[in-house]
């Protein structure tokens, strides 16, 4: 039998909190926003306390834990302060992230190669809680190589460059880029890492990528809730479900296709 994975779909309900704090108060509920989405077919929740608490609270992820009934993945900076959150709060998972307080999100994949003896420890201790550490990186093979060194268990591919690439029309660029994804992807399974991917997929592009079997997990957050302004929280992500299922059903064709080939040649 063919073993193309499940793809997950993890949806980061940031931007729930961003419009939400714009005004004060308590509407939109990013908590809320968590319910809608697993009853929509998410397998899981994202959510990134940044330093500034810019979107996300502290008692957002004390409720997203109490109330949600799929696993957190809680994205977050290296800090010593998030770190003894981390380890207080207990979620399923931990996303390191590099984080800066003047960029818009964010912006580049974690430097693991250039901070391999900072992260070392930190990573060791969230390892030790039996938190599962996902590592929020570019799909650069020292990258990886390091990620995989520092006994993480998970790597999030950065998808944005390509994205960017894609919104703007830029193809040279695009091609390139989607060639690294793809390229790392199968360097991280070699590995044995589990290979996550995400930051600016829309519909189209979490269908392209869906098709790489290696990736068993996507992080959606921006799009989904600018979509919610259309048609509905519960539709976007609905739509969301579907448009992977499509490139999810492409590898899954490939490599029915490329057994058959092997059982042919034999
Ligand atoms: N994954 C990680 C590690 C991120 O930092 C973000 C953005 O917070 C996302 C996924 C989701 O990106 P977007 O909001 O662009 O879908």
């Given at each position: 039998m063919p073993g193309i994975s499940h793809l997950r779909l993890g949806v980061n309900v940031d931007h729930v909190a961003t419009i939400r704090n714009a005004?004060?108060?308590?509407?939109?509920?990013p908590v809320k926003a968590a319910q809608l989405a697993i009853a929509a077919g998410a397998d899981g929740i994202t959510a990134h306390l940044r330093e500034d608490r810019r979107h996300i609270r502290d008692d957002d992820i004390a409720r997203l834990m109490s109330e949600i009934s799929k696993p957190l993945n809680f994205e977050m900076a290296a800090t010593d302060e998030m770190i003894a959150i981390a380890l207080q709060t207990k979620p399923h998972a931990v996303c390191l992230v590099p984080e800066k307080?003047?960029?818009?999100?964010?912006e580049g994949g974690l430097d693991v190669a250039g901070q391999r003896a900072a992260l070392a420890p930190k990573i060791a201790v969230l390892n030790d809680a039996g938190i599962r550490v996902s590592l929020f990186i570019a799909a650069d093979p020292a990258q990886i190589e390091t990620a995989a060194a520092l006994h993480a268990p998970v790597i999030e591919l950065h998808t944005g460059a390509w994205c960017d690439a894609q919104a703007e029309g830029r193809r040279d660029l695009a091609s390139a880029e989607w060639l690294r994804i793809r390229d790392g992807a199968k360097q991280a399974k070699a590995l044995g890492l589990e290979v996550h991917a995400g930051h600016g997929l829309n519909y189209e592009t979490a269908e392209v990528i869906a098709a790489l079997p290696e990736i068993v997990e996507l992080n959606i957050g921006h799009f989904l809730v600018g979509e919610a302004v259309f048609v509905g929280f519960t539709e976007s992500v609905l739509r969301m479900r579907a448009a992977m299922e499509r490139g999810r059903a492409i590898a899954f064709s490939s490599e029915v296709e490329s057994i058959s080939r092997k059982e042919n040649a034999s």
């Open positions: 005004r004060g108060g308590r509407h939109p509920d307080r003047t960029e818009r999100t964010t």
